[in-house]
């Protein structure tokens, strides 16, 4: 068996020492918090996650869930503010700000924005998720991406004016993708056989990165494979009601096989600090609660609950209603226009591609001195052109 969550920190119920947790959760991916929430607000949020999860199965509402891996036994609810939902995050945020902050984690120099905010249920025959980093790596990301570097028949530039290009590039890549880190509180102890989280300490570098990209173009890894090829063993988060564990989006983890014939229910949080916005991630939240959570948010009042707890024991259990999401207005990306509505193109430092922007724009993104990114004006650097080079050339003659 693995090793448990021995992360050599003393188990306290004391609000954490934020330099010492993040300079741990700095050097080794990962930090083990014990008794973040109270029984009681365990024992109310369990309650509403597995009513609402069941309610919302049952009615079809796949608005409510996020794209989970290993979907079989196994969701991932969007959470909405109601009372047990407020309680949590509160007492959550009062223990996990101060590192979220912390200089070599986020900082707080810029906004810490709340990414993700849902419950993940693990019922009983959900099989082990393949192992897994939520984001890519900067790098990684630029090697394994669908990235066009301009070359000297197209741009005209000696050998090492291109050089100098992809230096700069996998430098901005590798050190202004935002970080995200993400928490995992357990509603109840979790026995070993009741499909505990994995986590590979250590694992949040390129060299695993590049491990599990080249392990990938064959088969996926599960624990004991993963073991092996990081030269790690995992570690099983079998956590007592209240603790949880924080991990860097980077580093492998998995949600394991629940052979047992008990629920497993867990509260999620990610939040993101500055930067290029990573691929990868779920982000599992409401459309109408995104962007609109960040650090300096805590202690959020109880006023602030919009919705109703759902309740196991009544007759109809109060689901959120339906977000509208405009189309282009998500937290995704934006859907590319049709070329006639392109006012002017400026084109991607990071994967070469051309994007439409505002005549008013175009002047100041094509002479920003770190060089215009997708992200920018709410496109993915992932995104297809849609046009080709020649198309928009024309469309502006």
């Known amino acids: 068996m693995a090793a448990g969550y021995d992360n050599e920190l003393p188990a306290t119920a004391a609000k954490p020492e934020a330099n010492e947790h ?5 050097k080794h991916g990962y930090l083990v918090l014990k008794n973040v929430l109270g029984e009681a607000e365990c024992d109310a949020l369990r309650s509403h996650v597995q009513a609402a999860t069941d309610e919302g199965r049952r009615l079809g509402r796949s608005d409510l869930f996020g794209n989970i891996q290993e979907t079989q036994n196994r969701s991932d609810l969007k959470l909405d503010l109601c009372v047990p939902v407020i309680e949590a995050l509160n007492q959550l945020a009062d223990q996990c700000v101060p590192i979220w902050t912390h200089p070599q984690v986020m900082g707080s120099d810029h906004p810490v924005k709340v990414v993700e905010l849902a419950a993940i249920t693990s019922d009983p025959g959900a099989v082990c998720q393949p192992v897994h980093a939520d984001t890519m790596h900067g790098v990684t990301r630029f090697l ?59 694992t949040n570098t390129v060299e695993h990165h ?149 005549a008013v724009d175009a002047p100041k993104f094509t002479g920003a001195e770190n060089g215009f990114s997708c992200t920018l004006i709410g ?18 003659e």
């Open 22 to 26: 993040g300079e741990y959760l700095a």
């Open 144 to 202: 394994q991406g669908e990235v066009e570097m301009p070359t000297n028949d197209d741009a005209g530039e000696s050998d090492e004016d291109a050089a100098e290009d992809l230096t700069h590039v996998i430098r901005s890549i590798a050190s202004d993708t935002a970080l995200i880190y993400t928490c995992i509180c357990v509603l109840q102890d979790v026995e070993p056989d009741m499909g505990p989280t994995h986590v590979w300490p250590d």
């Open 210 to 358: 590049a491990t599990l990209w080249s392990s990938a173009t064959s088969e996926k890894l599960y624990p004991a494979e993963a073991d092996k090829a990081f030269g790690i063993v995992h570690k099983d988060m079998t956590l007592k009601k209240g603790d949880l564990v924080m991990y860097d989006s980077r580093t492998m983890h998995c949600g394991g096989a629940n052979s047992s014939t008990k629920r497993r229910s867990t509260f999620v949080v990610s939040v993101m600090g500055p930067g290029i916005r990573p691929d990868g991630t779920t982000w599992t939240m409401l459309p109408s609660l995104r962007k609109r959570l960040v650090a300096t948010s805590f202690p959020l009042p109880l006023s602030r609950a919009r919705s109703g707890v759902a309740d196991p024991s009544a007759d109809n259990i109060e689901l959120p209603p339906v977000d509208i999401v405009v189309a282009g207005k998500d937290d995704t990306h934006r859907a590319i226009p049709p070329l006639k509505d392109w006012e002017a193109a400026v084109q991607c430092t990071f994967c070469r591609r051309w994007r439409p922007c505002s």
């Open 379 to 396: 496109f993915s650097c992932l995104q297809e052109q849609m046009y080709t080079s020649d198309e928009i050339n024309e469309s502006f």
